[in-house]
C-alpha cells in the first residue's frame, strides 16, 4: 500500500479550477505539517501550501489567493483547491509531509516525505 495516494490532476484551460486530494494516514496525527509542493523539469521544488495540527495554514507567493488547503475527516486525507489556473501552474504536484508544525512560510517547510505526483497541465 502507498504512504501517499494522491489524485484529481489533469488538463485545464486557464481560469478553470482543480482539487487536488491526498491520502496519507501515516502522517495525518498533529505531529507533522501536511501540504503540497510542484515541480517542474530543470527547477527547484516550489511548496504551495501546507498546514498542520494546530490549524496553521501557509501558502506560497504564486498561488496565494487562488489556493485553499484544508484536512478530511479521515486521517491524513489533504486537499488542494486551485482557482483561477494559469499556465504557469502547470507542474507536477505532490502532496508531502514535514515532522513538527509548520512554518510561518510555505519555502520554509522541510517536506522529507512525498508521493507520486498527480500531473497538473493548464493550457491557454
Known amino acids: 500500500q502507498a504512504v501517499f495516494t494522491e489524485s484529481g490532476g489533469g488538463s485545464v484551460r486557464a481560469g478553470e479550477s482543480l482539487r487536488l486530494s491526498c491520502s496519507a494516514p501515516?502522517?495525518?496525527?498533529?505531529?507533522?505539517?501536511m501540504g503540497w509542493f510542484r515541480q517542474t523539469p530543470g527547477r527547484e521544488r516550489e511548496g504551495v501550501a501546507a498546514?498542520?495540527?494546530?490549524?496553521?495554514?501557509v501558502f506560497g507567493v504564486a498561488v496565494k489567493g487562488r489556493a485553499t488547503i484544508s484536512r478530511g475527516q479521515s486521517m491524513g486525507t489533504l486537499y488542494l483547491q486551485l482557482i483561477n489556473l494559469k499556465p504557469e501552474d502547470t507542474a507536477m504536484y505532490y502532496c508531502a509531509a514535514a515532522p513538527g508544525f509548520c512554518p510561518p512560510f510555505v519555502e520554509s517547510v522541510e517536506f522529507s516525505y512525498w508521493g507520486q505526483g498527480t500531473q497538473v497541465t493548464v493550457s491557454s
Open positions: 501515516r502522517y495525518g496525527g498533529r505531529g507533522y505539517c
Open positions: 498546514t498542520d495540527g494546530d490549524g496553521t495554514r
